[in-house]
């Protein structure tokens, strides 16, 4: 399911609205495509909160990893559907998706 945000669609994941999204503040993450007007071009983008972002960091570091990268990661300060909107409108205003690279054109 989509929902237009500044010339961009947001695409959730198979089933989302419903109970995955009443889950997602909680779970504290969410990946969704975003494809820009021309419906062709796509953006993985990982929506995180601080605290499961630190929780990820914390696995990683138990791994004796010392980092963790995650391309397209914007950090909120709730994973909400509506935070996740805003950012991706947000974004769109700035130019954020001019600069990074598009999973399909």
Request: negative net charge; glycine residues 8%; proline residues 5%.
């Amino acid at each position: 399911m989509s929902a237009g945000s500044s010339g961009y669609e947001i695409d959730f994941p198979e089933g989302y609205f419903g109970q995955l999204e009443e889950d997602t503040p909680a779970r504290g993450w969410l990946e969704v495509t975003v494809r820009a007007s021309d419906g062709k071009t796509r953006y993985r983008v990982a929506f995180y909160d601080p605290v499961r972002l630190k929780q990820t960091l914390d696995d990683y570091a138990q791994q004796g990893q010392v980092h963790y990268a995650e391309p397209n990661l914007v950090l909120l300060t709730e994973v909400s559907t509506a935070n996740v909107k805003k950012a991706v409108a947000e974004l769109a205003r700035e130019g954020y998706f001019d600069q990074i690279k598009p999973t399909h054109s």
